[in-house]
Structures are given as structure tokens and as C-alpha cells.
């Protein structure tokens, strides 16, 4: 079974659309968070969610918005995407905010033409 | 906020040669030090987690060395193997900011 299930793997859409990207896990855990993966292999917190509220917000343009509906799911709606926004988007759990083990889901890969 | 810097961004060593990865970490309140380990079209996997209570943790060929004065840690892969190769992340938790800082990786690649 897959712990940290994203989709879709592949998302190629145009400039100016919106999409969302979906994002489930099995584990039980409490927190969930997006992660941003540049081409250069870059690896940046988006958002974190704890028992579906929001923790975590960095400085993400507001055209990101997440949601949370149970703590088993962490959705990212992406509003009028720009070509900057083409990257691989890593869905993540953990059992607390705590330290402990983040898991990943697969990635999507991102791209605006 | 916190700020954790990776070092080599790519090595290459033989087959059997040692590999050894270095990070440094800026905030001392970080607590928790995980690797991971990233394969082509993968998400990140942990292979080894160090808390600032423990010096050092060892795991088969893996093992990874924590000196909180200095702020540095270091992942030490022996006998490597071709199936090692893959981009390596460090990573600092800061209990302040509720999240992992990743370093910027490390590409590694194991040569037959």
C-alpha cells in the first residue's frame, strides 16, 4: 500500500489555468506539507498543515492556496499558473510537528507552457 | 530562521570507496537531523535520523556523525555500491519553525 499517494505524477497545462493536485495518506499522521522541488533539485517548504489547520505558510504567492478536508488529505489548488511554477511538487506526512520522519509521496511534475 | 549548508553538491567515487557528505547547520536550538536519500522520479526516502542527544548512529553501511559545537553533521557511506548512487539531502529541524530546512543535495555517483 502506498503510504503518501499524490496526484497526478504528470500535469502539463498552459499558462493561466488553474489546477490542483491531490495528495492522501494512510499513516495516520497528524501533519502534512508541500514541498516545492526547483530544477536545480532544491527542496522548499510550501505550507504545513496539523490536524488540518494551517501551520505553516512560507512565502508562497496567495495564487497557492491549500486544503485540508481531513487530516488524511492535503490538497493544492494553483490559480493563473506562470511558467515559474513549473517544478516537482512533493506531498509530505509526519506523525507531529515534532522531529520525526517525513514521509514523501512521488512528486508531480509541474509544467507550464 | 534556520539555514543549512550541504557540501560536495556532486561526488564520484569507485565502487567499494567510502562516501562522505558534509552539512552545517546555523540555528542551535535545531534538535533533529534526518538523511534522505532521493532516487530518479522519487520522492525523498530517509535512510538515517540523528537527534542532538546522540553523537554519532550507525546502520549497516551507513552512519552519520553529529558535533553540535561545531553545527555540523556528516553521512559516511561505506563500501558503496552502484545502486548507492542518487541525490542525498541533509536536513535541520527547528522546533520553532515547525519544519525540516533541507540542505541543497548532493548528487552521488558510484562508478562499477
Known amino acids: 500500500d502506498t503510504a503518501v499517494s499524490q496526484t497526478p505524477k504528470y500535469l502539463v497545462t498552459q499558462m493561466g489555468n488553474d489546477k490542483s493536485i491531490k495528495c492522501e495518506q494512510n499513516l495516520g499522521h497528524d501533519t502534512m506539507y508541500w514541498y516545492k522541488q526547483d530544477s536545480k533539485k532544491f527542496l522548499k517548504i510550501m505550507f504545513s498543515?496539523?490536524?488540518?489547520?494551517?501551520?505553516i505558510n512560507e512565502t508562497v504567492p496567495n495564487r497557492f492556496s491549500p486544503k485540508s478536508p481531513d487530516k488524511a488529505h492535503l490538497n493544492l489548488h494553483i490559480n493563473s499558473l506562470e511558467l515559474g511554477d513549473s517544478a516537482v511538487y512533493f506531498c509530505a506526512s509526519s506523525l507531529g510537528q515534532e522531529g520525526t520522519e517525513a514521509f514523501f509521496g512521488q512528486g508531480t511534475r509541474l509544467t507550464v507552457v | 530562521g534556520e539555514n543549512v549548508e550541504q557540501h560536495p553538491s556532486t561526488l564520484s567515487v569507485q565502487e567499494g570507496d567510502s562516501a562522505v557528505i558534509k552539512c552545517t547547520y546555523s540555528d542551535s536550538a535545531s534538535n533533529y537531523f534526518p538523511w534522505y536519500k532521493q532516487e530518479l522520479g522519487k520522492g525523498p526516502q530517509l535512510i538515517i535520523d540523528?537527534?542532538?542527544?546522540?553523537g554519532e548512529k550507525k546502520d549497516q553501511r551507513i552512519a552519520v556523525t553529529l558535533n553540535k559545537t561545531a553545527k555540523h553533521f556528516s553521512l559516511h557511506i561505506t563500501e558503496t555500491q552502484p545502486e548507492d548512487s542518487a541525490v542525498y539531502f541533509c536536513a535541520a529541524f527547528l522546533g520553532s519553525q515547525g519544519n525540516l530546512i533541507f540542505g541543497k543535495g548532493t548528487k552521488l555517483s558510484v562508478k562499477p
Open positions: 540523528i537527534r542532538s542527544n546522540v
Open positions: 498543515y496539523n490536524n488540518k489547520e494551517l501551520i
